[in-house]
T-cell receptor
């Protein structure tokens, strides 16, 4: 497809369970970002990948959250021992180039539709 | 602390009318500012990108302005359409933190017929 895709679109789980959220970036995009968005709020940065490596994971709230991008394309966000406070929309974005010092259309982030996670 | 504030929180206008959304930021050192449109249930879509030296940028009926001295930006929507109903998010990035895009909370715009 032409855009960023995320699966599943909706995920309902019980407190304490483990979940995986998947992101398929636009082909050829080297940078991949994960964000979390609560109702009525702007996206909150979680982690940024450049290629296969996590260039910045400072936004991950705690060690229950982990993300991988083993082949530099698809990424998986993993949440262990889910809590009700983890309920949110998890957005993935990709850009053709890494964020640079100057504004450029090539580092524009293209967002997926998000995965709505509900922890009961 | 790097922050982005937006006003109003929500806005209701009639189709065909113009409106202006505001963004104030404290992100420093400033690199660039972007406006995104986010439809309900969708990811944000980029509308404009502006650097320090740019005062205005247009994209169809959307015109963004930037005053880097006062650290304010506005997004003006002309001749609004029903499809403009969405959240508009201001995003500012700091020069030293390439991956640190600071998102504002958004303004929820509703265009009524």
């Amino acid at each position: 497809g032409a855009g960023v895709s995320q699966t599943p679109s909706n995920k309902v789980t019980e407190k304490g369970k483990y979940v995986e959220l998947r992101c398929d970036p636009i082909s050829g995009h080297t940078a991949l970002y994960w964000y979390r968005q609560s109702l009525g709020q702007g996206p909150e940065f979680l982690i940024y990948f450049q290629g296969t490596g996590a260039a910045d994971d400072s936004g991950l709230p705690n060690d229950r959250f982990f993300a991988v991008r083993p082949e530099g394309s698809v990424s998986t966000l993993k949440i262990q021992r889910t809590e009700r406070g983890d309920s949110a929309v998890y957005l993935c974005a990709s850009s053709r180039t890494p964020p640079g010092l100057a504004a450029s259309s090539t580092d524009t982030q293209y967002f997926g539709p998000g995965t709505r996670l509900t922890v009961l | 602390k790097n922050q982005v504030e937006q006003s109003p929180q929500s806005l209701i206008i009639l189709e065909g009318k113009n409106c202006t959304l505001q963004c104030n930021y404290t992100v420093s050192p400033f690199s660039n500012l972007r406006w995104y449109k986010q439809d309900t249930g969708r990811g944000p879509v980029s509308l404009t990108i502006m650097t320090f030296s740019e005062n205005t940028k247009s994209n169809g009926r959307y015109t963004a302005t930037l005053d880097a001295d006062t650290k304010q930006s506005s997004l003006h929507i002309t001749a609004s359409q029903l499809s403009d109903s969405a959240s508009y998010i201001c995003v500012v990035s700091a020069r030293n933190y390439g991956q640190n895009f600071v998102f504002g909370p958004g303004t929820r715009l509703s265009v009524l017929p």
